[in-house]
C-alpha cells in the first residue's frame, strides 16, 4: 500500500470520492439558495487545486502510515477518549475532518464573486456539520460506548427525547421545564403601565432613594423577547440600570398572532417605539428621555429618531444602539439569505399580511453556528439519550416570536437588501422622510469582537452617519454574551478608543483593551446625560391616565409563538 503505483491508485480513487463530496455540497447550495435558480458555472484557480490535491494525498498518507491511529484533533465533537480507543470511529473521524478542510479549501479556490463565494462556502459549511461521523450512532464511539454502560438505556431515552422534540416542532436546547418567565426569569419588579396593540410598558420598581430626572427606555429587538436583558437578577441590564438610579421603562413587543398580522414597519415606528417614548414624556413629565436600542429593536430606534429629527421634534437627549445595524452594508453571514429574487419571493408570500413564524427566524439564527446549536444537540439529545440542563439564555433562545408579513418584507428589502436607511430622502416612513445625518445627539455605540448576526464592523459603521457626539466600544464574545456580561462576574474584556476613524480597523488598531465589563463604562456615560437627581417615585405610572395595569413582565412577553 505503500508503493508509488497504489498511492497513484489512492489519488485517483480520492478524485472520484472528492467529485461526489463536491457536487452533494454544491446541490445543498442550489437547494438553499434564495434565487431558487441555477448556480453559476464554477472555476477553480489551478494552482490552489494542485496546492489541495497534493496535501490531500499527503496527508491520507500519514494517515494510512499511521497504522489506521487517528491523530489527537482538537475538534470537540471527537474529543472523549472512546474516539481514541475505537480504530474505526477514529480513522472515521480523521478522514471527515481531511475531506473537510480539503473542501472548505476547493469553497475557497472558487473563482467567483464574493456573494457567490460566501454561499458556496457557507453550503458547503452546512454539508459538513450534518455530515459528521459523530451525528450517526454507527460511528460515533461515545454513544456506543454510553449505550454498552447503560444496557441500552440511553437509546431508549434518546427516542423519547426525539419523539418530544418532534411533537414541539424543534430540537431542545436546555431543560425548558426549569423555567418560567415572571417566576426566574424577567423577575425584576415593576408593571405594566400602558398597553396597545403593539407593546406594552414595563415600568421598573425603583432601587434607589432618587433618580435621574431624565427617564431611561429600553427598546429590545421585536425579534426575540425582551427578557434577554433581565434573564437572572445577577445577569439583568435592566436590573443594573435601575441600581444605578435610572427610572428604568422597557418596551415589550406583542408576540404577533393573526389579528395583527397586516402590521408594517411604520406601524412599529410610530405605533411602537414612538409611542413608547411619548408615555415615558409623559408619566415622568420629562422633555427628554435616554433611550437604549438593542439589534433591531436599535434599528427600530434610529428610525424613529430620524422620524423625530425630521418633524423638528427632540424628545431623546441620548441614544444607546447595542450590536445595532444602521447601515446595512456589512451583514457577514446573514448577507448569503439575501438576494433581490429572495426578497421578491417573500414580498409575494407575506407582502400583504400573514406571519413569519417564529420558529423559521430561530431555526435561521441556529444554523449559523451549526455544530454549536443544532448538531451538538441532536447528539447529545438522541444518539447519547441526555436531557440538555437548564440554561436561561437557551430558555430564551427558544422561545421564540412571529413577526408580521408586511413589517418583515419592508426590513428584508430596505436594509439587508436595498441599505437605504442610510440614503438621505430615500425613505419616507411615518410620513417624514429619513435622513440619519440629522439624529444630532450623544450615541454610544457597542458591537461584540464575535458577533455573527451584526458583525462589529457593521455595528461600527453607524458612526459615518450620526453626526452627535459619539462613543464606541467593543466587548469579547458574541451577540449575546458579549452583551449580557456583568460586572461582578469579572469576565471577559473590552475595548475603546477616544478616536473615531472611518474604518474599524483603524478604530481597533488604536484601541486600549479592559479587563471586565463594558457596563460601568456605559453607565458612567448615560450618568453624564441623565441630569439632575429627583426623589424617586412611590407609585407607578401617572394618576388615573396610566395605572398599574398588571405586574411586570406582564402578559404579552409570556405569549408562545
Known amino acids: 500500500m505503500n508503493s508509488e503505483a497504489n498511492w497513484a491508485a489512492a489519488a485517483q480513487q480520492f478524485q472520484q470520492e472528492l467529485g461526489k463530496y463536491w457536487g452533494q455540497a454544491l446541490q445543498t447550495m442550489q437547494d438553499a439558495a434564495p434565487t431558487g435558480g441555477a448556480l453559476p458555472t464554477l472555476q477553480f484557480a489551478p494552482e ?37 480507543r475505537n480504530p474505526v470511529a477514529g480513522f472515521s473521524a480523521a478522514v471527515y475532518l481531511l475531506n473537510a478542510r480539503t473542501l472548505l479549501g476547493m469553497a475557497e479556490a472558487a473563482d467567483a464573486d464574493p456573494k457567490v463565494k460566501a454561499r458556496l462556502r457557507f453550503a458547503v459549511e452546512q454539508w459538513l456539520a450534518a455530515s459528521a461521523p459523530s451525528n450517526f450512532l454507527a460511528l ?15 437509546i431508549a431515552r434518546g427516542v423519547q427525547n426525539l419523539l418530544a422534540d418532534l411533537q414541539q416542532g424543534y430540537v431542545s436546547m436546555t431543560d425548558e421545564s426549569a423555567f418560567e418567565v415572571g417566576r426566574n426569569v424577567a423577575t425584576t419588579e415593576g408593571a405594566v403601565v400602558f398597553e396597545n396593540e403593539l407593546f406594552q410598558l414595563v415600568e421598573y420598581k425603583p432601587l434607589t432613594k432618587q433618580v435621574y430626572e431624565k427617564p431611561f427606555l429600553f427598546v429590545p429587538p421585536c425579534i426575540n423577547k425582551f427578557y434577554i436583558l433581565d434573564l437572572q437578577p445577577e445577569n439583568s441590564l435592566i436590573r443594573y440600570a435601575v441600581e444605578q438610579g435610572h427610572r428604568t421603562f422597557v418596551v415589550s413587543w406583542r408576540n404577533p398572532d393573526a389579528t395583527i398580522q397586516d402590521k408594517t414597519w411604520d406601524d412599529y415606528i410610530e405605533d411602537g417605539a414612538l409611542k413608547a417614548i411619548s408615555v415615558v414624556q409623559d408619566i415622568a413629565g420629562a422633555k427628554q428621555i435616554n433611550a437604549l436600542g438593542f439589534c433591531v429593536g436599535g434599528t427600530i430606534l434610529g428610525t424613529s429618531l430620524a422620524v423625530l429629527a425630521a418633524r423638528g421634534e427632540k424628545p431623546v437627549a441620548s441614544a444607546t444602539f447595542l450590536t445595532t445595524f444602521l447601515d446595512f452594508e456589512d451583514t457577514g453571514v446573514l448577507d448569503v439569505f439575501v438576494d433581490d429574487a429572495f426578497v421578491q419571493f417573500r414580498e409575494m408570500q407575506l407582502g400583504q399580511g400573514g406571519l413569519l413564524k417564529g420558529q423559521e427566524l430561530a431555526s435561521t439564527f441556529s444554523f449559523l453556528r451549526p455544530n454549536d446549536l443544532v448538531w451538538n444537540y441532536v447528539v447529545g439529545n438522541y444518539l447519547k439519550g441526555e436531557t440538555p440542563p437548564p440554561f436561561d439564555l437557551l430558555y430564551w433562545n427558544s422561545d421564540s416570536t412571529n413577526l408580521p408579513g408586511p413589517m418583515y418584507t419592508w426590513y428584508l428589502r430596505n436594509t439587508y437588501l436595498e441599505n437605504n436607511l442610510v440614503k ?26 464575535e458577533d455573527h448576526i451584526v458583525p462589529v464592523t457593521g455595528a461600527y459603521a453607524s458612526v459615518k452617519h450620526l453626526p452627535g457626539k459619539k462613543k464606541f466600544v467593543m466587548g469579547a464574545s458574541g451577540h449575546i454574551a458579549g452583551v449580557i456580561n456583568p460586572p461582578a462576574k469579572n469576565k471577559r474584556s473590552y475595548w475603546t478608543n477616544d478616536k473615531l476613524p472611518d474604518g474599524f480597523n483603524d478604530w481597533l488598531a488604536g484601541a486600549k483593551e479592559h479587563a471586565g465589563s463594558w457596563w460601568p463604562e456605559w453607565s458612567g456615560w448615560l450618568k453624564s446625560h441623565a441630569g439632575k437627581q429627583i426623589a424617586a417615585p412611590k407609585t407607578y405610572g401617572k394618576g388615573a391616565k396610566y395605572k398599574a395595569i398588571e405586574p411586570a413582565p406582564g402578559r404579552y412577553v409570556k405569549a408562545k409563538a
Open 48 to 84: 490552489k487545486m494542485r496546492e489541495l490535491q497534493e496535501a490531500y494525498v499527503r496527508e491520507a498518507s500519514e494517515l494510512w502510515n499511521s497504522g489506521l491511529q487517528p491523530p489527537q484533533t482538537k475538534d470537540k465533537r471527537f474529543g472523549h477518549d472512546a474516539w481514541a
Open 140 to 154: 460515533n464511539a461515545e454513544a456506543q460506548q454510553k449505550a454498552l454502560e447503560t444496557k441500552g438505556e440511553s
Open 424 to 449: 438621505p430622502g430615500k425613505l419616507t416612513v411615518a410620513g417624514a422622510q429619513v435622513d440619519l445625518g440629522k439624529v444630532n445627539l450623544p450615541v454610544f455605540l457597542y458591537g461584540s469582537r
